[in-house]
């Protein structure tokens, strides 16, 4: 069973930092993609930034500049440094992670709150 369990959310002021983790365990293909994903009261779930395990990345635009994807091959996580947060960016982060093997497999975290407000 894979499992992938979310830290690091929290409360910040406009223009503060938070930085989200993720941890994945149990059995996957080594190939993969991981990735944040937030969802606003009211909004779609939408792709903040992902990255593939041999390091290519991708950003929403909006978060172009600000926020950073890096991850921990060895340790199967996947970091989220958010900087000059703005009350656009509160929402309900998940962490994602998809195997891109001939037959993928798909798994989301439970969720963090962040919430940027002064």
């Known amino acids: 069973q894979v499992q992938l369990v979310e830290s690091g959310g929290g409360l910040v002021q406009p223009g503060g930092s938070l930085t989200l983790s993720c941890a994945a365990s149990g059995r996957f293909s080594s190939i993969n993609i991981m990735g944040w994903y937030r969802q606003a009261p009211g909004e779609e779930r939408e792709l903040v930034a992902r990255?593939?395990?041999?390091?290519?990345?991708n950003y929403a635009d909006s978060v172009k500049g600000r926020f950073t994807i890096t991850r921990d091959n060895a340790k199967n996580t996947v970091a989220l440094q958010m900087d000059s947060l703005e009350p656009e960016d509160t929402a309900i982060y998940y962490c994602r992670l998809v195997t891109t093997t001939s037959n993928p497999d798909n798994y989301w975290g439970q969720g963090t709150q962040v919430a940027v407000s002064s």
């Open positions: 990255i593939s395990s041999g390091g290519r990345t």
